[in-house]
């Protein structure tokens, strides 16, 4: 079934990169002037030109050209979640019924996209069609290839209007990495850094996903359409065993593993971790870490991938948040850090008391972010599917909180008292020069309920959505801790006494944000309340949350650090609110469709079977009580599926009927999301009594254990 078989010895080092532009092809492919002009662009000290461009386009040609591609495309990320290309041949008519091929500086720098069927949220006037796309030249370019051996150059790429205001997600995030560098850059000044150039955020994100044989999948048109299970009464085994997480992997799975790793290292992605996750058929991938912005686009082609080869394996990769209702869903675990250019983690604490205090420095400044633009940080998660998942099961709840583990907790406290830490019998602790000791790392504690927590060397996010894009979250994380770290920079600028001056930050940072600090169990049912009382904000779902794009602070934020302007945020708010209301409306018309097409037909067939069996029953002298008490509730049933259905309609149609953007959102969340709800309840209470051969789907224990 894959490309590969099984006898096939892996190499992982040679197919790693096999289709990339990467330092090595342009190191031997570029001449050395070129290459040094290059890589000044792409550290962001040059600016491209077009003579550069030019012949940097005719080395990625021919190297393209030589590896069998016939196209190119200008890869993007609209506000969608997914990504779009349009290709185009590099072919070029030389005059005499020939072709050359043709790839100029121009044609790589720059793209023009027709944008009017992207979304906009109104930046994009209906007359200007017009879009650009320009390259990024820090995410290397890279090949496609699919199934059929058709081979695609990507050059990925930012997406403006033509009036300049960002249309996707890589440019807002571009300018947010520019952000936190310039800060961090200034609080390591002050801490006598004099080597770094540039300070890098680092991504590496776990993906989960589901996978479902793709027979079923076919005959359930919710998975097909809204991505998940519209209906489905539990299995009578669900994931109580726990016998699936790091289970054994099966064969089948584990050859479909092995060819999307293969797809991913030709493409250059860091593909490393890879296990069984906590539900039936659920999976994880997590690649080593890199740059926010190469994490991003590489955490995009691999939810790309991972479809594609799923589905040449007979099966369908399921990204939803919540595909099956009542078992865990799929997260995405933003891994997020500081570096220098030169390595340096910031987040890490270091080995000497120096190094220490500038960790607690970074640190603080994190949980000063963090606590203070909470709102936003979980607006960047707010998904009608990622509403399923945010407080249901596994998931933390809509309360942003921070994990610290007991060491650095105990530090940060009594720095914060002016009192002694006594780690093991050590020393007395307090922030100075020679009477800090080595933090000990504390990665024992690993509290899985926290959505932000720091483990041991770089703080994980763990609200953002299985199938969105990493962009937002990390524009946001980015942009946060620019700001905190600016008001560090400022007052560290100014003071004689470095150490007298981090330590009345932390104390203060403990003090006015220390709130924000949990170490409990965020899934127990004290916690809200508990928060509720620190007067932490506990937001259910995206209409709520989504407001948070619209308040001042929001504005004067991103827009301090030229991460996006008030029209562009705006922008974001009317795309996301309308985006909730779309996915909802075709959960609504799936749902309904399902009921009148499938269950509806299937609860008159099985009454009247009954209603005959009774009779036959009746006839030859047996007993009928058994028949007609299930016909009375299967007719009960069909009769409730029938008023439910009907309400749904109603609901979504009211909702439709909405002008405003804001109010109509909140019909879909208060009306039509309870009314598929309720639905659904009826249609699962009828699934558990008809007899398993009428069923007209696949059912959860079809779907869940039988890979
Ligand atoms: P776990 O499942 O135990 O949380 P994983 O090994 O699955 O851990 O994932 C951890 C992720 O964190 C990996 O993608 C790893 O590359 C990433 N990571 C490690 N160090 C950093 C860092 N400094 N910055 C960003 N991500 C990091
Ligand atoms: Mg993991």
């Known amino acids: 079934m894959g490309s590969h078989c099984c006898c096939e010895k892996l190499n992982a080092a040679e197919i790693f990169g096999a289709n990339v532009f990467n330092e090595k092809v342009m190191k031997e492919r570029l001449p050395k002037d070129t290459y040094r002009a290059l890589r000044k662009v792409i550290r962001g000290q040059a600016e491209l030109t077009p003579e550069v461009a030019d012949v940097v386009a005719g080395a990625i040609k021919a190297w393209a050209i030589e590896k069998g591609a016939s196209h190119y495309t200008h890869w993007f990320q609209p506000l ?15 005059g005499d019924g020939t072709v050359i091929m043709e790839f100029s500086g121009k044609q790589l720098i720059k793209g023009e996209p027709d944008a009017s069927s992207f979304p906009s949220g109104g930046l994009r006037a209906t007359f200007e069609a017009r879009g650009y796309t320009a390259w990024d030249c820090t995410s290397p370019v890279f090949l496609k290839t699919d199934a059929a051996g058709d081979v695609t150059l990507c050059i990925p790429t930012a997406f403006c209007s033509y009036t300049g205001h960002a249309l996707d997600k890589k440019t807002p995030l571009l300018r947010s990495m520019n952000a936190v560098s310039k800060q961090a850059l200034r ?59 790091f289970g054994a992997i099966k064969d089948r799975v584990s050859a479909f593993m092995k060819d999307l790793d293969i797809e991913l290292w030709k493409m250059g992605v860091l593909a490393k971790t890879k296990h069984n996750e906590v539900a039936p058929s659920q999976f994880e991938i997590a690649p080593v870490f890199s740059t926010t912005n190469i994490a991003a686009d590489h955490n995009q082609i691999l939810m790309e991938t991972i479809q594609k080869i799923a589905l040449r394996h007979g099966m369908v990769c399921l990204l939803h948040e919540k595909p099956y209702a009542g078992i865990n869903g799929n997260g995405k675990h933003n891994n997020w850090s500081l570096s220098t250019d030169d390595g340096q983690n910031l987040l890490d604490p270091g080995v000497t008391p120096e190094q220490n205090e500038q960790f607690l420095a970074f640190c603080c400044a994190v949980i000063k972010a963090v606590d203070t633009h909470a709102d936003l940080l979980r607006a960047t998660c707010a998904t009608s599917g990622n509403d399923h998942r945010l407080g249901a099961n596994e998931a933390p709840p809509g309360i942003i909180s921070i994990f610290l583990g007991e060491t650095l907790n105990e530090v940060l406290a009594s720095i914060a008292s002016g009192g002694k830490y006594k780690s093991g019998g050590s020393a007395l602790l307090k922030l100075g020069v020679d009477t800090l000791p080595a933090l000990p790392k504390d990665n024992s504690d690993r509290n899985r309920t926290s959505p932000f927590a720091f483990t041991g060397n770089k703080f994980e996010f763990r609200m953002v959505g299985s199938s969105a894009s990493i962009s937002g979250p990390n524009v ?53 309340k508990e928060a509720e009382k620190r007067g932490l904000p506990n937001v259910k779902n995206t209409v709520d949350a989504l407001k948070a794009y619209l308040t001042p602070k929001a504005q004067k934020l991103y827009d301090k650090y030229n991460v996006l302007s008030k029209e562009e945020l705006h922008s974001r708010y009317e795309i996301y609110i309308e985006q909730y209301c779309k996915h909802i409306n075709i959960e609504a ?15 008159l ?7 005959k069996e009774t009779t036959a029953l009746k006839a030859a002298g047996a007993a009928t009580a058994v028949a007609e008490e299930l016909l009375a509730k299967v007719s009960r049933l069909l009769e409730a599926i029938n008023k439910k259905t009907a309400a749904l309609e109603a609901a979504n149609a009211k909702a439709n009927a909405a002008e405003d953007a804001t109010d109509k959102a909140i019909l879909f969340r208060d009306e039509v999301f309870t009314a598929i709800a309720a639905l659904r309840e009826e249609v699962d209470a009828l699934e558990v009594i008809v007899p398993a051969y009428v069923w007209p789907v696949p059912t959860y224990a079809d779907m869940l254990f039988k890979l």
């Not at 150490?499 to 104390?507: F, I, L, Q, S």
């Open 80 to 94: 969608t979640n997914v990504t779009a290309e349009k290709h185009d041949s590099f072919i070029d008519p030389a």
């Open 476 to 528: 946001t994380l980015n942009t946060i801790v620019a700001e905190a770290l600016d008001e560090l920079a400022t007052r560290l600028e100014k003071t004689k006494n470095l150490n007298a001056e981090v330590t009345a930050y932390v104390k203060e940072v403990i003090e006015k944000h220390g709130r924000v600090i949990f170490d409990g169990n965020g899934y127990t049912e004290d916690w809200p």
């Open 605 to 611: 067939k099985s009454a009247a079977k009954l209603a």
């Open 187 to 245: 609080v390591l000044k002050t801490f006598g850094n004099k080597t770094a150039r540039s300070v890098l955020s680092t991504v590496g994100p776990e993906q989960e996903y589901f996978l479902v044989d793709k027979e079923y999948y076919l005959k359930r048109l919710d998975l097909i359409l809204a991505g998940r299970t519209l209906f489905g009464a539990p299995s009578p085994k669900g994931q109580e065993l726990e016998d699936q997480y």
């Open 589 to 603: 018309l799936c749902a309904v469709k399902m009921s009148r097409t499938l269950y509806i037909p299937t609860a």
